[in-house]
C-alpha cells in the first residue's frame, strides 16, 4: 500500500549562505489526495514542488514516504537528442516498462493530448504548445503514484487541458497524489481536498 508523503520541519536555501525559500514546512500528502498550492511570484511555490517531487534536496527537516513520482516542471528543457516518441519512450523504459509497453503508453498519451502528429518530431523542432504537451506526457507515461505539476496546463490548448484535468482525476480516483500549481484560480474549482498558501517561505 502506498504511503503518506511527508515533510517534516523541510527548509531549503540555495548556497550555503543564501536566503531562506522555505523553512519550516510540515506537509502531508496522503494517498488518493489533490493537492493545490497557492501563493504570489517568488514566495517558494515551484521550491516546494521541487522538494515534493525529489528534484531538489531539503536543506535541513526530512522527506519521508515518497512514492513513484513524476513532474511536470514549469520550464521544459526541450534541446534533447530525441523526437517526442523516442523520449517518451525512452523515460518509460527508464520508469520499468518494457520497452514495447513504453512505446504504446507513449503512443497512447500523444494521442489524448492532441499530439499524435508530432510523434516523429525532434524536441527542439516543437512549438511551445507542442513541447508542453510532451512535459505532460512524459510525467503520465509510466502511472505515477504522485503526479507533481507546476502550471502544466500553460500552453496546452483547450482540448489538451481537457485531458490533462481527465488525467487528475483519474490518478486521484486510482488512489495515486495530485500536487499542483496553477496562475488560473478555477482551475479544478471544488476538486482540491486541500488548499495550501506559499507566504514568505512559510506554509
Known amino acids: 500500500m502506498q504511503s503518506e508523503l511527508r515533510l517534516d520541519g523541510v527548509g531549503r536555501r540555495y ?48 522527506v519521508t514516504g515518497r512514492p513513484r513520482t513524476a513532474y511536470v516542471p514549469e520550464r521544459f528543457p526541450p534541446a534533447l537528442p530525441f523526437t517526442a516518441a523516442g523520449y517518451l519512450t525512452h523515460l518509460g523504459t527508464v520508469h520499468g516498462l518494457s520497452r514495447r509497453a513504453a512505446a504504446r503508453a507513449a503512443g497512447q498519451w500523444l494521442e489524448r493530448l492532441g499530439a499524435a502528429g508530432y510523434a516523429g518530431t525532434r524536441l527542439s523542432r516543437l512549438s511551445k504548445g507542442g513541447s508542453q504537451k510532451v512535459a505532460v506526457a512524459q510525467a503520465l507515461v509510466a502511472e505515477p503514484e504522485l503526479l507533481v505539476l507546476d502550471e502544466a496546463w500553460t500552453g496546452l490548448d483547450a482540448g489538451a487541458r481537457g ?14 497524489a495530485v500536487v499542483f500549481v496553477d496562475h488560473d484560480p478555477g482551475r479544478l474549482a471544488g476538486a482540491p481536498d486541500a488548499v495550501y498558501t506559499v507566504r514568505d517561505g512559510t506554509l
Open 15 to 62: 548556497g550555503i549562505r543564501g536566503p531562506w525559500v522555505l523553512r519550516g514546512v510540515d506537509l502531508g500528502v496522503p494517498p488518493g489526495t489533490l493537492v493545490r498550492v497557492e501563493g504570489t511570484n517568488g514566495t517558494g511555490k515551484s521550491t516546494l514542488l521541487r522538494l515534493l517531487a525529489g528534484i531538489d534536496a531539503p536543506t535541513e527537516g526530512r
Open 163 to 176: 485531458e490533462l484535468e481527465r488525467a487528475v482525476a483519474e490518478r486521484v480516483a486510482g488512489g495515486g
